[in-house]
């Protein structure tokens, strides 16, 4: 009885954890890691010289590729927050409530992560003029969809999860 | 950790704000990398890098310093050494484009260095020594005679380079826009597109250009039409909200050094924009005050509030600056003079 009691608990603090630090260090590194892929797997240009080229531009003029990281990463930390004072302080003895919370957060992530991923891959992949202006709004874009993510989840987890009949 | 299993919440309290603390101190080591990669801190690695066997990694460099400014003297030689002996073009300009940002003497050195090559037999040489001449931008101003002479050169491409050394000098406007009216009707579409081209984007119109640009927009060549189109759709650089714009540019140090050189080209016209001028000549960076020297000296009688403030600029510690402060004040007063004869009956 103990044991089914505290598992699901302790699931849930590596998962709150886990979802904390990895929105963090996830929405830092999501765009340098766009941009090595597509180096190495679009230009076919070697590892070990994409990887030199990256970080000499990282703060380079024009390029700045750190303040494009750091840009993007903005919402990932406001999502990481929100997952540590959402999720890290529901009550456990309702396994419900923490287990809502995680899918609808779940979706927010899942929805910010496709959209910065698909706005970095189209920025390099088709560059233009004023593409770099993507890399200002996406912040924006990514701020708005993470309640209309939050709510898509919690729709998915009201349909998965059902409270149980009393 | 062991209190964890008798916890309400799936974090305590004290977890919370240990991932908060955690969080804050990733964020400030985020802050002390950038601190550190960035500006004066950056210098000796910059340096280090010149020395790269890669030309991209110097030219990069070579920007970066650029952007540091005079914090980044003790590149001085490095940045030279690239911009006069490099054997990449791309190197030299970058090399030399960073020059005027640090050090207008250094800057003026490499000028010094390409204008005889604008005589070499090596055609290469002589388009190299234009585009490294027109990256100094204003800073080169007394190459543009020089300049001007290669706008007959037999080689297409070192013509085309020329005008755009010419136009990315842009002082004084006068002979520049001249070669570039000249350029227009080059025997060469190249560089008919390019004398187009400066005009649509980099000279400013005045209306005497615009007249002449005009018929350009029958121009059986369709490229040459559509630049001829931008260029007059452009606003009127000599217009009064234009230069009142240019004025309040001034004043925000993104845009300070393009809007003064915009008011450099403008001449008489730029008048108006003599007070938000006027403070930068104190300014900490050289490039500003010898472009706010080159507006306020292109102003002419306009300016003749300007003169004890220039006077002052006279023990400038640059002396490029210092030159450009007396050429002003010559100018000034030559026109006052010459206007005030004018104006006696």
């Not at chain 1, 990463?73 to 003895?93: K, M, S």
């Not at chain 1, 809502?100 to 979706?107: D, E, P, Q, S």
């Not at chain 1, 496709?114 to 993507?134: F, K, N, R």
Request: proline share 7%; net charge neutral.
């Amino acid at each position: 009885m103990i044991a089914t009691t505290h598992e699901p608990s302790s699931r849930l603090r590596v998962l709150t954890r886990l979802g904390f630090w990895g929105s963090v260090i996830g929405g830092l590194l999501l765009p340098w890691g766009i941009m090595l892929a597509v180096e190495v797997i679009v230009h076919q240009v070697p590892f070990a010289r994409a990887w030199r080229s990256f970080t000499l531009h990282l703060f380079a003029p024009g390029y700045n590729f750190f303040l494009i990281g750091l840009l993007t990463a903005v919402p990932f930390v406001v999502l990481a927050v929100l997952i540590l004072l959402h999720l890290g302080v529901t009550p456990v003895q309702e396994p419900l409530i923490p287990r809502r919370r995680a899918v609808g957060l779940a979706g927010a992530g899942l929805g910010m992560l496709i959209l910065a991923g698909w706005t970095h891959l189209e920025v390099l992949l088709h560059p233009d003029a004023q593409g770099a202006l993507a890399y200002l709004y996406l912040p924006v874009i990514l701020l708005v969809s993470m309640p209309i993510g939050y709510g898509l989840g919690r729709v998915i987890a009201t349909i998965l999860l059902p409270r149980p009949s009393s | 950790m062991t209190g964890n299993a008798s916890s309400p919440t799936v974090l305590t309290p004290r977890e919370i704000k240990l991932h908060l603390l955690g969080l804050v101190l990733f964020l400030g080591l985020l802050g002390l990398w950038y601190w550190l990669s960035t500006g004066a801190r950056a210098v000796p690695t910059l340096i280090q890098m010149l020395q790269d066997d890669d030309p991209s990694t110097r030219i990069v460099a070579a920007e970066q310093l650029g952007q540091v400014g005079p914090a980044a003297r003790a590149a001085l030689p490095r940045l030279l050494a690239q911009a006069t002996t490099d054997g990449s073009q791309h190197a030299n300009t970058a090399a030399a484009a960073a020059l005027k940002s640090i050090d207008l003497t250094a800057a003026r050195q490499v000028m010094t260095h390409f204008i005889p090559r604008l005589q070499d037999q090596d055609a290469q040489q002589r388009r190299t020594a234009c585009a490294v001449l027109g990256s100094l931008g204003p800073v080169a101003k007394p190459a543009v005679p020089a300049l001007l002479a290669v706008g007959h050169d037999l080689d297409e491409l070192v013509r085309r380079n020329a005008l755009m050394a010419l136009a990315s000098i842009g002082i004084p406007s006068p002979p520049i826009v001249a070669a570039l009216l000249e350029g227009l009707r080059d025997s060469s579409a190249l560089v008919r597109q390019t004398a187009a081209t400066q005009f649509a984007f980099t000279v400013p119109l005045t209306q005497p250009v615009r007249t002449a640009l005009t018929p350009l927009l029958n121009d059986p060549d369709r490229s040459i039409a559509t630049l001829a189109r931008s260029a007059l759709d452009k606003a009127k650089s000599d217009d009064v909200a234009q230069i009142e714009s240019l004025g309040m540019m001034v004043q925000h140090s993104a845009a300070r050094d393009y809007a003064l050189h915009q008011l450099a080209q403008l001449g008489p016209a730029a008048g108006d924009a003599l007070l938000p001028v006027l403070p930068l000549l104190q300014d900490d960076r050289p490039l500003v005050r010898y472009l706010a020297a080159e507006a306020i000296g292109a102003m002419g009688p306009a300016a003749k509030q300007a003169l004890q403030a220039l006077q002052q600029g006279r023990e400038d510690s640059d002396p490029v600056v210092r030159e450009a402060v007396a050429d002003a004040i010559a100018g000034i007063e030559g026109a006052t003079a010459s206007s005030e004869k004018a104006a006696r009956p």
